[in-house]
T-cell receptor, first 114, second 109 residues
Framework: ETGVTQTPRHLVMGMTNKKSLKCEQH?????MYWYKQSAKKPLELMFV???????ENNSVPSRFSPECPNSSHLFLHLHTLQPEDSALYLC?????????????FGEGSRLTVL | GEDVEQSLFLSVREGDSSVINCTYT??????LYWYKQEPGAGLQLLTY?????DMKQDQRLTVLLNKKDKHLSLRIADTQTGDSAIYFC?????????FGAGTRLTVKP
């Protein structure tokens, strides 16, 4: 148990559906992240939020829309996805201060796009 | 862009040592990390090393860093079946953290 909770754990959706992934952390961290994990590819950073403000968007297609209403919650809204978007989506958080920069990951949401 | 590369698969016998290798390109890396991902779980930090160190030992784990060659390795002594997982190498320059694709370690009884 890392203190970062993701729901749902599994999601199957059609290309015309709209769904959302949710991430919640109660660690007092100020930064939250969305990563995409695909087989045989480096873990891909999608979005970074610091104190609820988006500080990074790594050229992610607009069919992925993040939302960070407060420092403890992060959403990833999905619409008109493609089959190649099927992957494990990982949420992470990190504590304030530079330190060693450890990331705390959730267990991921396994997304399948049909 | 900067890259982190590691081999995708490693298979060892129980009781043997495992060595997982990683190379990176960012010369301004400050910290280098090894994360472990067990089946059905997210990544968990296993260990990390500061860039001015060349070795760190923690029980069965030994991390070696060759900063000149930008090469990082993780050695697991007396590998157990519970060590079967995906091991991710990562590096950070204080601003960005970059991950490799992960090495899937399979431990055979």
């Amino acid at each position: 148990e890392t203190g970062v909770t993701q729901t749902p754990r599994h999601l199957v959706m059609g290309m015309t559906n709209k769904k959302s992934l949710k991430c919640e952390q109660h660690l007092g961290h100020n930064a939250m992240y969305w990563y995409k994990q695909s087989a045989k590819k480096p873990l891909e950073l999608m979005f970074v939020y610091n104190f609820k403000e988006q500080t990074e968007n790594n050229s992610v297609p607009s069919r992925f829309s993040p939302e960070c209403p407060n420092s403890s919650h992060l959403f990833l809204h999905l619409h008109t996805l493609q089959p190649e978007d099927s992957a494990l989506y990982l949420c992470a958080s990190s504590p304030p201060g530079r330190g060693a920069g450890e990331l705390f990951f959730g267990e991921g949401s396994r997304l399948t796009v049909l | 862009g900067e890259d982190v590369e590691q081999s995708l698969f490693l298979s060892v016998r129980e009781g043997d040592s495992s060595v997982i290798n990683c190379t990176y390109t960012d010369s301004s890396s400050t910290y280098l990390y090894w994360y472990k991902q067990e089946p059905g779980a997210g990544l968990q930090l296993l260990t990390y090393i500061f860039s001015n160190m060349d070795m760190k030992q923690d029980q069965r784990l030994t991390v070696l860093l060759n900063k000149k060659d930008k090469h990082l390795s993780l050695r697991i002594a007396d590998t157990q079946t519970g060590d079967s997982a995906i091991y991710f190498c990562a590096e950070s320059n204080g601003n960005d953290m970059r991950f490799g694709a992960g090495t899937r370690l399979t431990v055979k009884p």
